[in-house]
């Protein structure tokens, strides 16, 4: 299946963000080209940032409009934001899921994290991918 064609039966996803805990922008895998990753990656930036300084660290953030959820899972200085159809979102729990591809992200690039290349994370598009279809097979 080409990459299209299953971003075209991901519908439930609008896009995935990862970002350091900063706000720091690093990948994101965008379905819906309205969405805006290098603001989210601010915004959820300011959330951590207010967090820390605030309550503590903050582990899990889930934010819904109208349309979208908004699922916000931080790990090893790390914040991944998936972006989900919320009425999908309210039948299939994605945080295990989404812990699992910020995992999977840290260990494959655990030592070029810091890096200033961000596109070197591209091939991470296809492992987000891969692992998605093995999400929606097990529905």
Same mark, same amino acid.
């Given at each position: 299946? =080409?990459?299209? /064609?299953?971003?075209?039966?991901? &519908? %439930?996803l609008k896009g995935i963000v990862i970002c350091k805990d900063s706000g720091?922008?690093? %990948?994101?895998?965008? @379905?819906?080209? /309205?969405l805006n990753p290098l603001l989210l990656?601010?915004? &959820?930036?300011?959330?951590?940032? %207010?967090g820390?300084?605030? +309550?503590?660290?903050?582990?899990? #953030?889930?934010?819904?409009?109208?349309? @979208?959820?908004? /699922? @916000? @899972?931080?790990?090893? =200085?790390? +914040?991944?934001?998936a972006i989900l159809d919320k009425k999908?979102?309210?039948k299939h729990n994605f945080k295990q899921q989404a812990e699992s591809l910020l995992k999977t992200f840290y260990d494959t690039y655990k030592e070029e994290i810091n890096? +200033?290349?961000?596109g070197k994370f591209d091939p991470f598009k296809k492992? +987000?991918?891969?692992? #998605? =279809?093995? %999400?929606?097979e097990t529905l």
């Open positions: 299946m =080409k990459s299209n /064609d299953l971003d075209s039966n991901i &519908t %439930f720091e922008y690093v %990948f994101d895998l965008m @379905i819906d080209s /309205d990656s601010s915004y &959820t930036g300011a959330l951590s940032l %207010f820390h300084d605030n +309550v503590g660290k903050i582990d899990e #953030i889930i934010i819904k409009s109208n349309n @979208i959820e908004m /699922d @916000i @899972i931080s790990n090893n =200085k790390l +914040v991944l934001i999908f979102a309210a890096s +200033v290349e961000i492992i +987000v991918r891969n692992k #998605i =279809k093995k %999400f929606l």
